[in-house]
């Protein structure tokens, strides 16, 4: 099946500053999403970005699906914004999952 | 907004039990998946359904069945629990009127621990 990378595994930031994450995926894809898990376990939603640039508020998406990638901005972090990052790529009929970005964001 | 609520968001079973996870979506969605999350192994597909009645093995069925009698619900069933199953259970629904490529929405999760 489809490889999913996400990079980094981890981040600590410092609050306020920015960061960018990425996802490589291996083939063609119909459907990109960005979730974060809050620390409770649940995922939310993020971004739904097959391909171009999204942006809400402080965390903007950009999708090239020609080069089969993608990266998440997060700007000013927040304490709020730690958890754990996923991209999920849909090909064939089944959504495909990285392993994830911890991020820390320190006070 | 779409909601998709897990019946129970932690639960204790002991080895050998029938364990049910029940899940509901309020967005007619065709589209339902069973994951397993366990740390290191990311989100592994154990089922899913596209419509009622219709299931589909993912990646890790063994151990697992599920039911689809109504278009809201998918309920996962483990016959006899076991410790290797204890785990983080995420249900989740996506529409098929969107194409193949719907928006994918989780529940809260279900935190089950096999004594």
């Known amino acids: 099946g489809i490889q999913v990378e996400q990079s980094p595994p981890d981040l600590i930031l410092q609050e306020g500053a920015n960061s960018t994450l990425r996802c490589n995926f291996s083939?063609?894809?119909?459907?990109l999403q960005w979730f974060h898990q809050n620390p409770w376990g649940q995922l939310i939603n993020l971004f739904y970005i097959p391909s171009g640039t999204k942006q809400n508020g402080r965390l903007s998406a950009t999708t090239v699906a020609t080069e089969r990638y993608s990266l998440l901005y997060i700007s000013s972090s927040q304490t709020t914004d730690s958890g754990v990052y996923f991209c999920?790529?849909?090909?064939?009929?089944?959504?495909?999952f990285g392993t994830g970005t911890s991020l820390t964001v320190i006070p | 907004d779409v909601k998709v609520t897990q019946s129970s968001r932690y639960l204790v079973k002991r080895t050998g039990e029938k364990v049910f996870l029940e899940c509901v979506q309020d967005m007619d969605h065709e589209n339902m998946f069973w994951y397993r999350q366990d740390p290191g192994l990311g989100l592994r597909l154990i089922y899913f359904?596209?419509?009622?009645?219709?299931?589909e093995k993912g990646d890790i069925p063994e151990g697992y069945s599920v039911s689809r009698e109504k278009k809201e619900r998918f309920s996962l069933i483990l016959e006899s629990a076991s410790t290797n199953q204890t785990s983080m259970y995420l249900c989740a629904s996506s529409s098929l009127m969107a194409g193949p490529t719907g928006e994918l929405f989780f529940g809260e999760g279900s935190r089950l621990t096999v004594l």
């Open positions: 083939d063609s894809v119909n459907n």
């Open positions: 999920a790529v849909y090909t064939g009929n089944q959504f495909y």
């Open positions: 359904s596209y419509d009622v009645k219709m299931k």
